[in-house]
């Protein structure tokens, strides 16, 4: 076959085809005007069954407690639904709120019973606490604990007060144990739903490391904790950052406050050892004081202490003396030795 009948060939083809393309289309818009004219409406499509389905509202991280805003009811083709998910109708939203994730859950994605662990169930605390973390309780009061204000998720400091024994008597201090402490549970709430009054609780249990559950542990013997509520917002320096940090573990305290930083009058009253104690007497200068020939020792006071009653410039005339008295010494035994001569003969 020659080669120009081939692409005169494909040309008629195509152009067919076209044509073809825009005849369908000239027809179907005629049609739809038509119908319009006529005030005929084209059958809207089927839509397939679907169901409410249990979905994360936001990404849900590994041991995060589930909160209301984070879950929510979404459309889900039935014909594609698993065994594994929650269907409304079947279960509440409720019965999930306070569990806790078993694995990340992405926003939109399906929850199940199996990437959640339910509040009352074996296993529930374990799943709460980050990896190598320990959960301590420690007894609270309305004072010690905000009033009831201290919720589980809750970032909190550690104060111990307790007396101290020193060489001037017992003292009261206060020192910050632990900084940044997770609190997970409060009694046994590990939730707080919106509309709830604060209730006072008795113990509260925290999130720490081997170590800091030993000190907290020791604290509590030693005298009476307290819990301060830290924000929820780090500070401008960035230095409480890490109060930001979900996952953030506790830090050791840096800082005490004693009673005689609190009371300006415990710096002024004495101790009672430190009055029986005689109070010593400060040492005293002694000035040599020159009165004509004579020369005294008289302190810083005012006190004489006494002296030789003569002047230093007397002693070079003492001195210029004796080579006089010892001439008229030797002429005396001279003399001597001449009259005893004398009668001699």
Excluded: C
Excluded at 46 to 58: D, E, H, K, S, Y
Excluded at 62 to 68: A, E, H, L, R, W
Excluded at 123 to 149: D, I, K, N
Excluded at 207 to 232: N, Y
Aim: hydrophobic share 40%; proline share 6%; aromatic share 4%.
């Amino acid at each position: 076959m020659n080669s120009k009948r081939v692409v005169f060939l494909l040309l008629a083809v195509i152009v067919a085809g076209l044509t073809a393309f825009m005849a369908r289309a000239w027809l179907q818009s005629e049609r739809a005007a038509v119908m319009a004219q006529a005030g005929v409406r084209p059958a809207a499509p089927v839509a397939a069954p679907t169901l409410q389905v249990l979905v994360a509202r936001n990404p849900v991280h590994t041991g995060q407690i589930v909160k209301p805003d984070d879950l929510r009811w979404q459309s889900w083709p039935e014909g594609s639904l698993a065994p594994t998910y929650i269907i409304e109708g079947k279960r509440p939203l409720s019965d999930f709120v306070g569990a806790v994730a078993r694995v990340p859950i992405d926003s939109g994605e399906p929850v199940s019973e199996g990437k959640l662990v339910l509040a009352g169930t074996r296993g529930f605390m374990a799943a709460v606490l980050q990896p190598g973390a320990r959960a301590v309780s420690v007894p609270v009061t309305a004072t010690s604990a905000v009033s009831g204000f201290i919720y589980a998720g809750d970032r909190v400091d550690v104060l111990l007060t307790h007396v101290i024994n020193a060489q001037d008597g017992q003292h009261n201090a206060t020192e910050t144990v632990l900084r940044n402490a997770r609190v997970i549970a409060m009694d046994q709430k590990l939730d707080f739903s919106p509309g709830d009054k604060p209730d006072v609780a008795k113990t509260a249990t925290l999130e720490l490391t081997p170590k800091q559950s030993e000190i907290v542990t020791l604290a509590v013997k030693m005298g009476d904790l307290s819990l301060v509520l830290r924000s929820l917002q780090g500070t401008d320096d960035g230095s409480d950052q890490a109060a930001v940090d979900e996952n953030a573990p506790a830090q050791p305290g840096d800082s005490y406050t004693q009673d005689g930083q609190v009371s300006h009058l415990l710096k002024a009253l004495p101790d009672a050892k430190e009055k029986d104690k005689p109070v010593a007497k400060p040492a005293s200068r002694t000035v040599m004081v020159m009165r004509g020939s004579a020369r005294a020792k008289v302190d810083s006071d005012g006190a004489d202490l006494g002296g030789d009653g003569a002047s230093s410039d007397a002693k070079p005339a003492d001195d210029n003396k004796k080579p006089a008295d010892d001439k008229q010494g030797g002429r005396r035994q001279s003399a001597s030795a001449q009259s005893g001569t004398g009668n001699q003969q």
